[in-house]
């Protein structure tokens, strides 16, 4: 199972939200390179970039991002904000992989395109939910689509990556949505990642037990609550 620790990008700094909320934000660096170059030494099999200041619609963090990529050398997936189809392809030649959420659901026209021009590998899609039913636009707004059938489909349209967001959880430590975590990773060719909620060892042994492809490490790895290495076990 990849460790995949999160930088959330808010005007330069890294953040984390509390529910995605922007109004409650801590700040945990004014440094991202600092902090990826931390993570990178300490054995994340990848890094996942998001740009809150994009989702939100109020401004971009991509040169900051760019910069982050120059000095790393594991994969990054870079999110947030990618809504447009000449900034995804910008941004997927210098990532590994992109995230998309509320393009996914909102322009399947231009999903398919992208799916036939950078190939299933690269493309994340991103389905955060609260209790299985899909939100998009940063997560303030409600879609109406439920989770697995929103899966369902992307899989019949080729797509197999997947990164699985319970919103009510994000930023809490009150542990993973496993239920809905044991659901998507049941769906046949799902690789998927789970985020929101991690607080300890145990939970990234539940996790890894639902056969997650991946984990998103965020407040607990910068409140020290958990390590990189311990999470690798």
């Known amino acids: 199972m990849k460790v995949i620790p999160a930088i959330d990008l808010m005007n330069g700094q890294v953040v984390r939200l509390y529910k995605g909320d922007p109004n409650q934000k801590t ?40 910069k982050i990529i120059q000095e790393i050398s594991i ?17 997927s030649k210098i990532s590994n992989r992109i995230v998309l959420g509320t393009l996914a659901f909102t322009d399947k026209s231009t999903l398919k395109k992208l799916l036939s021009y950078l190939g299933p590998e690269k493309i994340v899609i991103s389905v955060d939910h609260i209790d ?3 939100l998009i636009h940063g997560w303030q707004k409600q879609t109406g689509i439920k989770l697995i059938a929103a ?24 542990g993973p949505d496993l239920k809905f975590l044991e659901q998507a990773c049941q769906l046949d060719k799902a690789n998927v990642i789970a985020s929101g909620g991690i607080s300890n060892i145990q939970d990234i042994k539940n996790v890894k037990q639902k056969n997650a492809f991946g984990v998103i490490l965020g ?15």
């Open 151 to 174: 899966m369902q489909e992307f899989l019949a349209m080729g797509f197999s990556e997947f990164l699985l967001t319970n919103v009510s959880r994000d930023g809490t430590l009150q």
């Open 132 to 134: 299985g039913d899909i």
């Open 27 to 66: 700040v945990y660096s004014d440094n991202p390179i600092e902090v990826a170059k931390k993570w990178e030494s300490d054995g994340a099999d990848m890094l996942h970039l998001v740009d809150l200041d994009a989702t939100l619609g109020r401004g971009s963090n991509l040169l900051l991002i760019k």
């Open 219 to 233: 407040k607990a790895l910068y409140e020290n609550k958990i390590s990189i290495k311990e999470a690798k076990v």
């Open 75 to 91: 994969p990054i997936q870079v999110a947030g904000g990618l809504r447009d189809e000449s900034m995804v392809i910008d941004v």
